[in-house]
């Protein structure tokens, strides 16, 4: 009886210690799958993090440049490869599409610019005028063995960072400086001999209050941009009077020498721009330039103002006249 029972623990105990074995081995195995499953999750997850990274990257390059100088995109072939690549302290636009090798994650990275066109109310759409202060851009972004995976973003880029301005708040010096000069200072070009400008305070107005509209002709101004600049808005300050009118047309070029083409917007308006019509806002109220179309000064160097005053009862004065621009 005693052998019996010591026969049947025994093997108990041997049953157990299998069944222990088996459930090591099943665990050990299951706990091996599951590290090669997080594994491959954070290899995964690196990639991609990596992947967001080097794509913030190049939209922020990107978008320096082109505060810089629009015509660093601008100017580049449309829908060819571009990459971007350090040279010394600065970055550099160059094409092609660049390779490498970060966390032992090979990738390729490039982008491509593409034209924007806008429709008769200024949206953006598939087919319409182009809009030169616009820019699509693509930046594509291929990673991991045999650059099985990849990413794309698109944005917009508008010409509309480091604003300047062409601000003339005196006229007093007089006519005869044609220029081209990068501030206008307090002189002109020409006047009529109803234009009072030599008053104390640089402002002007009519010397006779009368219907016929008495005009100045600004200088040549000069933005210094080779390709030319990106023109955002137009503005003048003071008083219209009692029943006075000031308007103005605008004349553009990419030669000091022009020619010289006056154009207006009624009421701002661009569907309306013409050689016969003038923008004609109120005093500190902005009036935007036309982006698309002959009468818009987009990607022009020079640029010069031709203003009139008229009225019904007494003289409008101009205080200032302001164009902001953009590089």
Known sequence: MFHVLSFRKKAQSLLEALLSITLGVILIGSSVGLIGISLKTFNTTKQHLQANSLMRQTTEIIQSLTRDNWHNIYDLTKGSNYKITASGNTWTISSGQETSTINNIPYKRYFQV??????????????GTDDPNTQKIIAYLEYGGNYISSSTLSFYLTRSYNNQVFQQTDWSGGSGQTGPISNPGNKFDTADSNINYASTTGSIYMTTATTTAASLTSSILDTGVAGGAGFNSLLWQGSLGTGGAVKFQIAFSNSSSGPWTYYGCTNCDP??????????PNPNVSCRFPTTGTASPQNNRYIRYKVYLSTTGTTPQINDIIINWSP
Not at 114 to 127: C, E, H, L, P
Not at 271 to 280: D, E, L, M, P
Request: hydrophobic share 20%.
């Open 114 to 127: 593409s034209n924007v066109t806008r429709d008769g109310s200024g949206n953006i759409a598939v087919s």
């Open 271 to 280: 569907a309306s721009c013409s050689t016969s019509n003038y923008y004609q």
